[in-house]
């Protein structure tokens, strides 16, 4: 079955740990894109990358990083810049031509 | 002109009645209305979608109406269940590019 799985699916990170959340898809799809939602709110997009080897910040980006060196696979790093971390992640992926989003499950992360 | 106005933030219906979220937006070049449907914990998933040059798309109990002269478009949910209890998201695209701006959501509750 294709799909964008995300992993962990809880994670805990203590003060000043980056951590790296993992988001792979096998649908083909060209681009991808990972938004941070917090408890009742809307979604933040944080990075997007729309080819291999390119991404582009969104909103929030500060504090966060990505890399795209293959086209499945689309990693996020939260790093000890920011500041409020803990926040449900959610991964998604599209083709470029084709505007429907697939998203992943999510990750919970929580500074402990 | 990037954003989408999404109301009400929150809605409870009884079962079996009718639920009913709206969406504004401003830019004329958007061409792709989707909506998404989230569960707790999880991540969002594509309910249903319309373009421009229809005025209205039913699946099942799902409902889109599209008034592209007041730039405004809706989701109707026909006899409303507990299950369709959730965070419903509308969104909107152009050809410009494949990113899709959402609305800040919605959280039905259906009550029994």
């Known amino acids: 079955d294709g799909g964008i799985t995300q992993s962990p699916k809880y994670l805990f990170r203590k003060e000043g740990q980056n951590v790296t959340l993992s988001c792979e898809q096998n649908l083909n799809h060209d681009a991808m894109y990972w938004y941070r939602q917090d408890p009742g709110q809307g979604l933040r997009l944080i990075y997007y990358s729309q080819i291999v080897n390119d991404f582009q910040k969104g909103d929030i980006a500060e504090g966060y990083s990505v890399s795209r060196e293959k086209k499945e696979s689309f990693p996020l790093t939260v790093t000890s810049a920011q500041k409020n971390p803990t926040a449900f992640y959610l991964c998604a992926s599209s083709m470029v031509v084709n505007y429907g989003y697939t998203f992943g499950s999510g990750t919970r992360l929580t500074v402990v | 002109q990037q954003q989408v106005k999404q109301s009400p933030q929150s809605l409870i219906v009884q079962k079996g009645g009718i639920s009913i979220i709206n969406c504004a937006y401003e830019?004329?070049?958007?061409?792709?209305f989707p909506w998404y449907q989230q569960f707790p914990g999880k991540g969002p998933a594509l309910l249903i979608a319309?373009?421009?040059?229809?005025s209205e798309k039913k699946e099942g109990r799902f409902t889109i109406s599209f008034n592209k002269s007041a730039k405004q478009f809706s989701l109707h949910i026909m006899d409303s269940q507990p299950g369709d209890s959730a965070t419903y998201f509308c969104a909107a695209n152009n050809n410009a590019g494949n990113m899709l701006t959402f609305g800040g959501g919605t959280r039905l509750m259906v009550k029994p």
């Open positions: 830019n004329t070049a958007f061409d792709y």
């Open positions: 319309i373009r421009p040059d229809v």
